[in-house]
């Protein structure tokens, strides 16, 4: 059975940073695209930070650019967010997935995503 599993949520004052995990087990993501995504309350699911697993590409959100960091450790199966610089607007629950995509451009559509973890809370007080 595989799953995501996120961790590293918190509160934290405007400014700050957090550092957000997602150990995949049942499966090995290493050729994976892993993406991050966030909801806020009464908001959609939005894309954050996708990283392609076969070439190693990164993708960001123009919201996160300059601010978030994504990367992946493979020998530990894991991919992580660093985010720097956070905002008030940053506060949402932030998802990790993974999944085989069949077009590249496909990264930023939280439907094409095979596997979900549960989610973790993040709030960034002003």
């Known amino acids: 059975q595989v799953q995501l599993e996120e961790s590293g949520g918190g509160l934290v004052q405007a400014g700050g940073s957090l550092r957000l995990s997602c150990a995949a087990s049942?499966?090995?993501?290493?050729?994976?695209?892993t993406g991050w995504f966030r909801q806020a309350p009464g908001k959609e699911r939005e894309f954050v930070a996708a990283?392609?697993?076969?070439?190693?590409?990164?993708y960001y959100a123009d919201s996160v650019k300059g601010r978030f960091t994504v990367s992946r450790e493979n020998a530990k199966n894991t991919v992580y967010l660093q985010m720097n610089s956070l905002k008030p607007e940053d506060t949402a629950v932030y998802y990790c997935?993974?999944?085989?995509?069949?077009?590249?451009?496909?990264?930023?559509?939280?439907?094409?995503?095979?596997?979900w973890g549960q989610g973790t809370q993040v709030t960034v007080s002003s």
């Open positions: 990283f392609r697993g076969s070439n190693g590409n990164i």
């Open positions: 049942g499966r090995t993501f290493s050729t994976d695209t």
């Open positions: 997935a993974a999944g085989v995509l069949r077009y590249w451009w496909e990264y930023r559509t939280s439907n094409k995503y095979d596997y």
